[in-house]
T-cell receptor
Framework: GAVVSQHPSWVICKSGTSVKIECRSLDFQATTMFWYRQFPKQSLMLMATSNEGSKATYEQGVEKDKFLINHASLTLSTLTVTSAHPEDSSFYIC?????????????FGQGTRLTVV | GNSVTQMEGPVTLSEEAFLTINCTYTATGYPSLFWYVQYPGEGLQLLLKATKADDKGSNKGFEATYRKETTSFHLEKGSVQVSDSAVYFCALRSAGGGNKLTFGTGTQLKVEL
């Protein structure tokens, strides 16, 4: 099956610093990638959708200047949390879809646990 | 808009017990329906799916039937194992909505010996 890998799996950073999370499709070309945020004991909330080579589409209420998304290639998308604060601490998960048969479902990364101290 | 409602957890069962996790949805048209499983510290894995009314998705002993008349997609397993302990998410993808998914809140399942 299609494999999506996220890195890092967990990260601790100081308040005010920026953190970059990578999402890679290892064995297929990801034409679309999605970034979700999961709060403790809550569901996944879609943050943004990105298509390779174009600007990300953010969901209502998500600050695009706070959460920078780049999808520069068909195998890599990055989420940068800028000037992180403790309230940004969360579990961030990406998913990706490809073309043809790989467009019928979304393949998820293993997630990144971000803790801002 | 689209929404998914799941029963709240945690659900605690003994090994070999019967499992039902309820899921109902609200959507226009004919969405596709999914169950995802999340093991501790990991991302989501697709467990099963159904793309049209009356379809039954099944995998690893789990099954769910797409019921248009009751807008439901309840997850069932006849005999759970300790290794099934995880969080289960019901999700929908609206027709023509690309691969954007709407998730339920998740139901934690704990299976004990």
């Amino acid at each position: 099956g299609a494999v999506v890998s996220q890195h890092p799996s967990w990260v601790i950073c100081k308040s005010g610093t920026s953190v970059k999370i990578e999402c890679r499709s290892l064995d297929f070309q990801a034409t679309t990638m999605f970034w979700y945020r999961q709060f403790p004991k809550q569901s996944l909330m879609l943050m943004a959708t990105s298509n390779e080579g174009s600007k990300a589409t953010y969901e209502q209420g998500v600050e695009k200047d706070k959460f920078l998304i780049n999808h520069a290639s068909l195998t890599l998308s990055t989420l940068t949390v800028t000037s992180a604060h403790p309230e940004d601490s969360s579990f961030y998960i990406c998913s990706a879809t490809g073309q043809g048969a790989l467009n019928t479902e979304a393949f998820f990364g293993q997630g990144t646990r971000l803790t801002v101290v | 808009g689209n929404s998914v409602t799941q029963m709240e957890g945690p659900v605690t069962l003994s090994e070999e017990a019967f499992l039902t996790i309820n899921c109902t949805y609200t959507a226009t048209g004919y969405p596709s329906l999914f169950w995802y499983v999340q093991y501790p510290g990991e991302g989501l894995q697709l467990l099963l799916k159904a793309t049209k009314a009356d379809d039954k998705g099944s995998n690893k002993g789990f099954e769910a039937t797409y019921r248009k008349e009751t807008t439901s997609f309840h997850l069932e397993k006849g005999s759970v194992q300790v290794s099934d302990s995880a969080v289960y998410f019901c999700a929908l993808r609206s027709a023509g909505g690309g691969n954007k998914l709407t998730f339920g809140t998740g139901t934690q399942l704990k299976v004990e010996l």
